[in-house]
């Protein structure tokens, strides 16, 4: 084993003579019992801090067990790498909590608020933001650096305080005997290690010590040679670095500068929650506007209107609006009950509206011409059969002439019902039946074409498309005038054409007096006939 100079603190004060070169070993026991006597180090209960009393808080917690003294709970949560701990009491007056003396709890919250909350109970929560840190580097050895003897002291912390104040970096902490070794009892001897790094390059020996390094805690921070805790509104790294001081729109979070939380106010420390009843603008808590509704995070209008000028305005046309904020719609979309929705089938939209392509075809949101013959709902074209043709976005049958214009044609030299009655639905007749009886022909819808060429034919017509029955008896007349002529010689006259459908009511009043004057005359000319 190394010697070493060995100077006790205590001693040379007492008695003002100079130090003597003493070896570890040999200084050990005057050490211990000096130590009785000296303030030696800073105890650990100096360097936590009280933060609230007969409080637990409602954060997770690992139970560490019971001691007899707070230092003693301190050192275990440090050793569980903990910071914010509560430590038993007896009961409270007037409460039924039970006796907790000497409980340790590692209470898992993140900073020295407790923003999980506050539940009354017999505890103490403390804060170790301000405690050295000592951490282990190697067991049963010594550095055969340079070392300055610091003292004996009951606690490790107490060790590394006072190589702090030392202004060191390394220190071995002596403890009992390693069995089968004569190295003596080295419990609570604390030396400064000179060395330059955790590795030491000077070499190991062994010996009943083991190897740390100080530092503070991240929360703290190095001043006058002591860890102390990183002051409200600031950040801290454990070294001797000033605190960094967040901006006055964030607060501290995990010795963290964070952002602020919606619903709340920050100044740089903490973050305050604003009232359900206000809302935040520009990191103050605001009054609810008359018209206006609040969470306590922002101010707003009914869900279908939007924030102007701090005023309640309606949804313009293309918006969604969610009675803060208007967000508008995709041009191939529409709006329908304040929600933009995609646009259905055989319709063009345009952000706001969707638009009916009633005779056309929808192509990439346009609607397009349908194409020739085909009618069209806007999704697809569907082509007309024949003989029907396209008209109006409708398949109809081709436009057959009058009955006017079909009497005509048929009284004329060359008529026929393959001239004059083309596209009619039916077949076109030929009446060339004579006799003494008269014979009733019937027509329907499909017989709406007739070629007077016998005698004594009654025509009951039932077409509604049979609207003038009166040229069919003038074309009956051109047709068979010789006919008529012997037929009246020998008494016997063609019967007029009855028509039993009415009048249709769409023809004008004037109209209809004109045509039934032209009935008359031409029934006159057909008696004179």
């Known amino acids: 084993m190394k010697n070493m100079k060995v100077i006790i603190a205590l001693l040379l004060s007492a008695t003002g003579t100079a130090a003597l070169p003493i070896p570890k070993a040999a200084t050990s026991a005057i050490a211990r019992a000096a130590a009785k006597y000296s303030p030696l180090g800073r105890r650990l209960t100096e360097s936590m801090t009280l933060i609230k009393s007969n409080v637990e808080c409602d954060s997770n917690d690992d139970f560490l067990g019971t001691f007899s003294k707070l230092e ?7 050793e569980a790498g903990g910071r914010f701990f509560i430590y038993g009491k007896e009961e409270i007056s007037g409460r039924s909590d039970g006796d907790k003396t000497g409980q340790c709890y590692h209470e898992k919250t993140s900073d020295a608020t407790c923003s999980e909350g506050w539940e009354s109970d017999s505890y103490d929560f403390y804060d170790l933001a301000a405690t050295t840190k000592a951490t282990l580097i190697k067991s049963d050895v010594e550095c055969d650096s340079n070392d300055d003897f610091l003292g004996m002291f009951d606690t490790l912390h107490e060790c590394a305080d006072k190589v702090l104040e030392a202004g ?33 390059s000077e070499g190991w ?14 929360s703290s921070y190095v001043e006058n040679k002591k860890c102390t805790a990183c002051p409200s509104g600031f950040t801290c790294d454990g070294s001797a670095a000033a605190p960094h001081v967040c901006d006055s729109i964030k607060y501290v979070l995990n010795n963290v500068c964070t952002a602020c939380p919606s619903g709340h106010t920050c100044d740089g420390a903490a973050a305050t929650k604003c009232a359900v009843v206000m809302y935040v603008m520009d990191n103050v808590c605001m009054a609810c506007p008359d018209g206006f509704t609040c969470d306590g995070t922002t101010a707003t209008c009914a869900a279908t209107e939007y924030v102007l000028d701090n005023e309640c305005e309606a949804c313009p046309s293309g918006f969604t609006c969610d009675g803060a904020v208007a967000t508008v719609c995709d041009s191939i979309k529409y709006v329908l009950d304040n929600k933009c929705e995609d646009c259905p089938d055989g319709f063009t939209c345009d952000g706001a509206k969707a638009t009916k392509c009633s005779a056309g075809i929808v192509k990439e949101n346009v609607c397009k011409d349908c194409p020739s013959g085909s009618t069209c709902d806007g999704t697809e074209a569907t082509a007309c059969a024949a003989p029907k043709y396209a008209k109006d976005n409708a398949c109809v049958w081709p436009k057959l002439a009058t009955a006017a214009e079909r009497a005509e044609c048929l009284a004329g030299s060359d008529g026929s019902c393959p001239k004059c009655c083309t596209g009619i639905t039916g077949v076109c007749k030929e009446l060339t039946q004579s006799g003494a009886d008269v014979k009733e022909i019937p027509l329907t819808d499909e017989d709406d074409c007739v070629l007077l060429k016998g005698d004594r034919n009654k025509i009951d017509a039932t077409s509604p498309r049979l609207k003038r029955p009166w040229l069919f008896s003038a074309s009956a007349r051109r047709v068979g005038k010789r006919r008529r002529r012997r037929g009246r010689r020998r008494g016997r006259l063609q019967q007029a054409l009855r028509q039993r459908l009415p009048r249709p009511s769409g023809i004008p009043v004037r109209r209809r007096l004109v045509r039934a004057r032209a009935a008359r005359r031409s029934r006159r000319r057909f008696a004179r006939a």
């Open 72 to 78: 003693d709970c301190a050192d275990k949560v440090l």
């Open 205 to 218: 020996e062994s010996d009943s010590y083991d190897f740390y390094q100080v530092a503070c805690m991240s």
């Open 168 to 200: 060191g970096r390394f220190f071995i902490y002596g403890k009992e005997e390693i069995s089968g070794r004569s190295d003596g009892d080295k419990t609570g001897q604390c030396y400064h290690e000179k060395t330059s790094d955790a590795t030491c």
